[in-house]
Nanobody, 118 residues
Framework: QVQLAESGGGLVQAGGSLRLSCVASGLTFNSHDMGWFRQPPGKEREFVARITWSRSTEFAVSVKGRFTISRDDAKNTVYLQMDSLKPEDTAVYYC????????????WGRGTLVTVSS
């Protein structure tokens, strides 16, 4: 039974930082790509960042240079370090997993809310 559990969301002021965590269980973590997506209020879900099983990374243009994705395979955990936060970063952030070589993110967490004030 695969479960992804996000944590670390909260309320921060513009310019501040947060680190999101996602703990995965029920899957072979080091054989999966891990991604972060977000859904701002009233908007569609959008890609934020991903890190592959081989630790290649990719970021959305909107967060490039401000966010960092990393993984700790020993802890079955992927992180999203968010710096220089902007009000437009306000969203529910979701963790997702896909098997290496797959295109589809098969597993999703329930999300954690990030609110950036001002």
């Amino acid at each position: 039974q695969v479960q992804l559990a996000e944590s670390g969301g909260g309320l921060v002021q513009a310019g501040g930082s947060l680190r999101l965590s996602c703990v995965a269980s029920g899957l072979t973590f080091n054989s999966h790509d891990m991604g972060w997506f977000r859904q701002p209020p009233g908007k569609e879900r959008e890609f934020v960042a991903r890190i592959t099983w081989s630790r290649s990374t990719e970021f959305a243009v909107s967060v490039k240079g401000r966010f960092t994705i990393s993984r700790d395979d020993a802890k079955n955990t992927v992180y999203l370090q968010m710096d220089s936060l902007k009000p437009e970063d306000t969203a529910v952030y979701y963790c997702a997993a896909r098997r290496k070589f797959d295109l589809r993110y098969e597993y999703w967490g329930r999300g954690t809310l990030v609110t950036v004030s001002s």
